[in-house]
């Protein structure tokens, strides 16, 4: 049963054969709903007989004796029961073979014990003289074998528990397999079924250990082995015995309600862990039992239930309620506990069964509870008698109760009800029903005289049935009227109209209300038997057991198929089976719930869309659509899910509907899946009911579902019945109805039914359709989101809670030109003057949020304004809605501007409360407390006086001192202004004491500006100057010290004041020495420092202070008065100052006259200066052409005083580049005149400096000479580019004899010289005529040369001819082709023709250089050769300049060796 599902319980009373017979003993089966019931009667003895759930009676069961049962125990999980008798005999039934067996009889007085052990492999049975015997059973519950054991105990045996075995691994999957349902797992319990193969390993042990207590209060274990030994005695007869087999403690209690703990060993042996005492009435039979293994339950026929936690050590009772229906002082009997249910059911001596509910849910909330709080009182259930014996059984968890005259079984219903065409019928009790009708608001009861399972309402009529028996009621006027009665087995039913539809195989059958079979729907096999039928508006949905659906239409006078039969398992493959099924009244909707595998119902809700043939599915578990994309029919399926509804995660619809008129509209209840919670409590139901949601939904096709509100089940109301449009309908709880009966007092008959306006209806009232329909289109248009089509819906609706919901969506959907409008028509004037002013925020969300707090949408608020992270707001928000731990929270995480605000706030808050202390506290963080602790404890001096010392804080003591002085406590005052270290106060209390000479010290000491003020008066009015100007001094109040000086004649004084004053005193006491006329000179100098310059210097002129004029001259700058500044410069130059001069000149921009100056007193032009001089382009005070010629002034003064650098400067500042090159030409500095040339780029600055280095050294450096060549292309000065090309050729020849080299530069210097563009051409022909044959002569002897090798004759021919060329000098030197044949004629030997020639060499080559032509080797072997000695006129020359010689030789080798 559900948690939200109402249930009443229904009575079965047991159909005994025997009605004489009191029933004395009943037992359940722990699986099957059999229930054995052991019976007394004076006629026969005694008897035991099975019954089913419904109490039928299993007729084959029945055994009688002529003596009484003594004891029942049923087999844990075969249906076969033992039945002990006082005889000692000891019977089995079978109920399942219909057979009895009887156990060897071993027994001769009456059986007190009679146990099957854990698997029902073995079973035990003692009696009343000790006698223990143990057998082995099978299957059929036939004794097979001897007995196992047997034993003589002596004494009387009373109980016996066994102790279960360790299960094995395997065994506890099987053992969840069984709980599960699972047949073959539970026949695998080791009892061998004919070929179901080996037994289960179960550990090492089979579990035939037990424990067996005798009269005498002693408790015996019994092993496996059959070994028997005393464990532990207690001090009176055992009343309760109980094994604990997860902490493998063995729980006994005695008749005295002693109860012990005994930890017990594998072995057997046990350790006492704890005794106790339960309180309670002795003597009395007492019901003990023990559940959730921790909580000893007792009944002993007292007004209340004990409990005894033996976790927590703690006991409580509980009583039944006279408030629920029972009497002052009923006992209780017995007690039984349900751990499925959670339900504890309690039997009294009136014949009532108490329940109580164990609260559900998690643990950790549970066990917060109180022990007592746990358990919530029930409605009770009404018998008669006295109840002796009451036992909750079965997997169906059923409930017997015996109260000596029968045996009634209690199983629980769920309430029957049902609402449709405004007429709401509801189950209050078995047979009672509430009739609302909401047409007219009438309400009535109706009592049928059958059980039922099932009701149908329809404005016309009342349908009741319960699978065998159909009865209908007429409603006319404020009666009803039984209009038929039928037997019919259909297991649902539906009406419409004058027709009642119900099922039987294959078939639904369209009767009259009498029952008579109008018309047949059939439904073939494959569809399978139809089981479920939902009428909707002229609709009948029909569901089978084969998931298949149909609709029919009903509108006509026969039923005719509207949807033609569509498999759910195609359209939704691998969901399970249908288990309610609802169509919308178009017929174009069904909506399915679905049952899982295991019978639970589904998470989902599918939805198909007849028309477009399409399906939908809703899911509330969050995870998205599983993947499942295309289908049978082509369509893809439509997920949603429960993604955004976090409070509806694990939750599964329990029961739904669609509204009765509006085809859109959808409704479902949503609980808490059970399986959440944990295992032992799995079908608990929840109390909570905030674990029930209602939700409604819109589904369209354009807009597929749409989730339009949601809210959880009130408390008062018990289930969801229905919606019609403006309501939803709710049954109400029982007690909840009652109390609205005692409000309302008139109505005779309590309404168990309630209707709840829809959230967009709230404030309508019953409205008519027009505007019902409005509403409606608003509602749908708000879900879409479509403010627009929602606005145009309702216009003209006046209610303010329409408006009002319209602004709770704007608020969603952030429209606050919608909310604007609302606020408006709902006449919220406050909400619509603050949106206007939050229109400033510049965030959306803050505006929106703003919009939410005047509609009371806090928790809105708060998300938006921390999703624009607005924590300034969100702040305020806090402290408005008095959630200061927030706010302050939020100042100290994100709001640290108003951190301090934030305390502030708190602390007036907290003051206003009453609180003083803390807001103390908040007072001192937000830094206020100086002034706010002061006011706030005004009224408590002594608490402030203990605040201020405990404080330490000066403004404090301050401000006490203060106090205490306006109180006229002198003494007091001066101690805390002392502590304040307020020097002020202290010298003004001592002055007002007349204690002036403390105040001076004080004021001495510390220097404090106020008090020497104060002091500085009060010694003025007593006229001692000194001490006043002193003090005036010291409090840097220095014009009062020089108003005293002035008066007093304190001269000296006077002026040092005035220095250390403002420049106003400076120029006062300036004044004053100047009207004195004595002391001109500090006139001067303090004109001067007040700035007063022209003052300052007209005094100085007229009083020739020189050094002063100096001074002043110094501090005048370009802002000084410029006539001041030339009169300056005038006397400068009248003394020959003229440096000072000069800068005074150029500080009043005269440039010229400066220039005038330097030139004639030829000063030199300092680099400072000529910046000074230089005028910026931007400068307004010089046209640009005078500034240039400014420029080149400075420049050509700098030039006559040699700073060429300058001078370059200064022309390029002018833009005179070429006077700038030639003053750089003038320094000489190389590498500026490259870079300058290389900046410039102007012909003729590139050929200046192309001359300039050819003056230097070039052939040395190359990168001049590459300069130089690049100077001339860039000048396009090809002819100057010939000429240098033409010298380096000279070089080659002259310095290196490099007659290749000078080949290459003459043939550079005849392109250039070709290509040069000269005045005359006639001179570049001659020039070039020249060129050719230089190179024509040199081309000749570099071939001689290099033909000497191969042909040395020919050689020797070249060079003669040569010798013989007219112009031969100009390109050749002589002696490099004299030398030339001289080595040759050495080598040859021919020493005659080697002296002529250098006898011819002696005459063209200067004697000094002839060495440079041949070497003193070869010059000696020619004369040894020719045999003529040495010339004298050779060697003196040779000696005379070998020093200066060799060293040019040396030179040049070096040279060559450098330049390869």
Not at 284 to 296: E, G, P, Q, T
Not at 541 to 554: E, M, S
């Amino acid at each position: 049963v559900t948690a939200s599902i109402m249930a009443v319980y229904v009575d079965h009373r047991t159909e005994a054969p025997d009605s004489v017979a009191s029933p004395s003993h009943i037992a359940w089966h722990p699986l099957h709903p059999l229930l054995a019931v052991a019976s007394i009667s004076t006629a026969s003895g005694g008897c035991v007989d099975i019954y089913l759930e419904q109490g039928e009676h299993v007729s084959d069961a029945h055994v009688e004796r002529s003596f009484q049962v003594a004891s029942l125990s049923w087999h844990p999980s075969r249906p076969i029961l033992a039945a002990g008798w006082e005889t000692g005999e000891v019977v089995i039934l079978n109920k399942q073979e219909k057979e009895h067996h009887a156990v060897p009889p071993n027994h001769n007085a009456k059986i007190t014990v009679l146990n099957w052990s854990t698997n029902g492999t073995c079973l035990v049975s003692g009696d009343r003289h000790g006698v223990l015997v143990l057998w082995r059973m099978d299957q059929r519950g036939r004794v097979q074998g001897p007995a196992l054991l047997k034993q003589e105990c002596g004494k009387c045996l009373s109980h016996c528990v066994f102790r279960p075995p360790p299960p094995g691994e395997d065994f506890v999957q099987l053992a969840k397999a069984a709980v599960g349902g699972d047949e073959k797992a539970l026949d695998m319990f080791n009892w061998r079924k004919a070929g179901t193969g080996a037994p289960l390993k179960m550990g090492l042990q089979e579990g035939l250990s037990f424990f067996i207590t005798l009269t005498d209060g002693s408790v015996h274990y019994v092993s496996e082995k059959g070994k028997t030994r005393h464990v532990l005695s207690t001090d009176s007869l055992v009343q309760k015995l109980l094994f604990m087999e997860e902490r493998d403690v063995l729980v006994v209690i005695t008749e005295n309600l002693q109860l012990s703990l005994h930890a017990i060993t594998l072995e057997g042996e046990a350790e006492e862990l704890m005794k106790v005492k339960l309180s309670g009435k002795i003597g009395h039979s007492a019901d003990i039992i023990l559940i959730d293994h921790s909580l000893v339950v007792t009944a002993l026929g007292e007004t209340v239930i004990r409990f005894w936690d033996l976790d927590r050590d703690e006991n409580y009772v509980l009583s039944p309620d006279v408030q629920f229906g029972f009497e002052g002082g009923e006992c209780i009997n017995c007690v039984s506990y349900c751990s499925a249910k959670g339900l504890l059911a309690a039997g009294t001596n009136k014949g009532r069964i108490a329940m109580w509910r164990k609260a559900a849910g998690s643990h950790q909330s549970v066990r917060a509870l109180e022990g007592k709080e746990k358990w919530k009182l029930q409605a009770p259930t009404e018998l008669e008698g006295n109840v002796i014996q009451i036992k909750w059984g079965s997997r169906k968890n059923l409930l017997a109760v015996n109260n000596i005259s029968s045996v009634v079984i209690l199983s629980e219903q769920a309430m029957s009800s049902h609402f449709h065409q405004q007429v709401a019928v509801v189950q209050v009790s078995p047979n009672l029903f509430n009739v609302t009708f909401f047409s007219t608001g009438t309400t009535h009861s109706l009592r049928v005289d059958m059980n039922v399972n099932g009701v149908f309402a329809t404005k016309d009529a009342v349908v009741f049935w319960n699978g065998k028996q159909v009865t209908v009621f007429e409603c006319s006027g404020d009666t009803f009227r039984s209009a038929g009665s039928f037997l019919c087995d259909s297991p649902v039913l539906s009406v419409h109209g004058e027709n009642l539809y119900t099922v039987e195989p294959y078939l639904v059958q369209v009767r009259t209300w009498q029952g008579t079979v109008k018309q047949l729907l059939v439904f073939s096999e494959a569809e399978g038997n139809p089981c479920l039928l939902d009428v909707c508006g002229n609709f009948l949905a029909v569901g089978t057991d084969l998931a298949h659906f149909k609709i029919f239409d009903l509108s006509r006078r026969e039923a005719k198929v509207h949807c033609n039969s569509k498999n759910f398992s195609e359209l939704f493959p691998g969901l399970g089976g249908i288990a309610s099924v609802k169509c919308n009244a178009n017929g174009n909707k069904v909506s399915i719930l679905v049952s899982k595998m295991d019978g639970n119902i589904d998470s989902k809700i599918c939805f198909y869309d007849v028309e477009m043939d399409k399906v939908t599915l809703f899911d509330f578990k969050a995870e998205q659509g599983n993947g499942r994309e295309k289908l049978s029919s082509g369509q893809g399926i439509d997920n949603r899910s429960a993604v955004d509804y976090p409070e509806l995660h694990s939750h599964i619809p329990a029961c739904h509907f669609w509204d009765q008129s509006e085809p859109r509209l959808f409704v479902c209840e949503a609980i808490l899946e059970t399986g959440l919670q944990y295992p032992d409590q799995k079908k608990k139901q929840t109390e909570s009911t905030m674990d029930v949601w209602i939700i409604s939904f819109f589904s369209t096709e354009e807009h597929g579902l749409l989730l339009q509100d949601s809210f959880p089940l009130p408390s008062s109301y018990q289930v969801l019945l229905g919606i019609e449009v403006p309501h939803y309908y709710f049954a109400k709880k029982p007690g909840e109805a009652e109390k609205g009966q005692a409000e309302s007092g008139s109505i005779k008959v309590s309404q168990m039914v309630a209707r709840r306006p829809m959230r967009d209806f709230i404030g309508l009232g019953d409205c008519d359709k027009t505007t019902r329909d409005a509403m409606l289109n608003f509602s749908f248009y708000l879900t879409a989101g479509d403010m627009d089509e929602a606005f145009k819906s309702i216009k003209l609706i006046k209610s303010e809670a329409v408006w009002e919901s319209m602004a709770r969506m704007c608020v969603k959907t952030q429209r606050l030109d919608v909310a604007k409008i609302c606020l408006g028509n709902m006449g919220h004037a406050r909400g619509a003057k603050a949106l206007r002013e939050a229109q400033q925020e510049p965030e959306q969300e803050a505006r929106v949020a703003v919009l939410a707090i005047q509609l009371g949408m806090l928790e809105d608020a708060e998300r938006l304004y921390k999703a624009c992270k607005r924590y300034d707001l969100l702040n305020k928000f806090y402290q408005a809605s008095n959630q200061w731990q927030k706010a302050i929270e939020t100042a100290e995480a994100h709001d640290r501007v108003h951190l301090r605000t934030t305390y502030y706030n708190y602390a007036k808050h907290l003051e206003a409360t009453g609180e003083h202390s803390l807001a103390l506290a908040h007072y001192e963080k937000s830094d206020t407390h100086r002034f706010e602790v002061p006011r706030m404890l005004s009224e408590d001096l002594q608490a402030l006086e203990n605040y201020v010392n405990k404080m330490k804080d000066k403004s404090l003591w301050k401000w006490w001192a203060q106090y205490l002085e306006s109180q006229s406590d002198m003494e007091s005052a001066l101690k805390y202004y002392a502590l304040a270290q307020d020097y002020f106060s202290l010298v003004r209390v001592h002055c007002f004491q007349g204690n002036i000479q403390k105040a001076a010290e004080i004021a001495n000491e510390t220097g404090n500006w106020a008090a020497s003020y104060h002091l500085a008066r009060q010694y003025e009015s007593q006229d001692e100057i000194k001490q006043a100007v002193h003090f005036y001094t010291r409090a840097q109040a220095f014009n009062n010290a020089i108003r005293l000086c002035k008066e007093n004649n304190l001269d000296d004084q006077l002026m040092n004041l005035a220095l250390l004053s403002s420049p106003e005193d400076m120029i006062e006491a300036a004044c004053y020495y100047e009207e004195k006329g004595e002391q001109m000179d500090r006139a001067v100098m303090l004109y001067h420092k007040a700035g007063h310059f022209s003052k300052a210097l007209e005094l100085a002129f007229a009083t020739q202070q020189f050094g002063a004029l100096q001074l002043i001259a110094e501090d005048l700058d370009e802002h000084s008065d410029p006539a001041l500044l030339a009169r300056c410069s005038d006397f400068f130059i009248e003394h020959a100052q003229y440096e000072k001069a000069m800068e005074l000149l150029l500080t009043a921009k005269k440039y010229r006259e400066a220039l005038q100056l330097c030139l004639k007193q030829n000063l030199t032009i300092t680099e400072e200066m000529a910046e000074k001089m230089t005028v910026s382009k931007d400068s307004k005070d010089l046209s640009e052409e005078s500034r240039r010629e400014l420029l080149e002034q400075i420049a050509d003064c700098c030039m006559r005083q040699g700073n060429y650098h300058m001078a370059t400067k200064k022309y390029t500042q002018a833009g005179n580049k070429l006077k700038a090159m030639r003053a750089l030409l003038k320094s000489g500095d190389t590498e500026k005149i490259v870079f300058f040339a290389g900046v410039s780029r102007q012909r003729e600055i590139y050929i200046m400096a192309a001359n300039y280095l050819q003056s230097l050294d070039w052939c040395k450096d190359p990168e001049i000479m590459k300069n130089i060549i690049s100077f001339y292309t860039k000048g396009r000065a090809l002819d100057l580019l010939a000429g240098f090309y033409d010298a380096c050729a000279q070089v080659e020849i002259d310095e290196y004899q490099n007659y290749e080299k000078a080949q290459g530069a003459l043939t550079e210097a005849y392109k250039c010289l070709s290509k040069a563009k000269t005045r005359s051409p006639l001179e570049q022909e001659s020039k070039l005529a020249l060129l050719q044959s230089k190179m024509t002569l040199i081309k000749r002897f570099i071939h001689a040369r290099r033909v000497y090798s191969e042909d040395p004759k020919e050689a020797v021919r070249q060079c003669e001819l040569l010798l013989a060329e007219q112009d031969f000098d100009n390109a050749i030197r002589h002696g490099d082709v004299l030398g030339f044949l001289v080595e040759h004629y050495v080598q040859v030997e021919d020493f005659h023709m080697a002296y002529r020639y250098l006898e011819e060499m002696q005459k063209r080559v200067p004697p000094m250089n002839l060495s440079y032509y041949v070497t003193q080797q070869t010059i000696e072997a020619v004369h040894r050769g020719a045999g003529i000695p040495v010339s004298r006129t050779l060697v003196p020359e040779q000696i005379r300049h070998s020093s200066m010689e060799n060293k040019e030789v040396e030179e040049e080798v070096a040279d060559e060796v450098e330049d390869p």
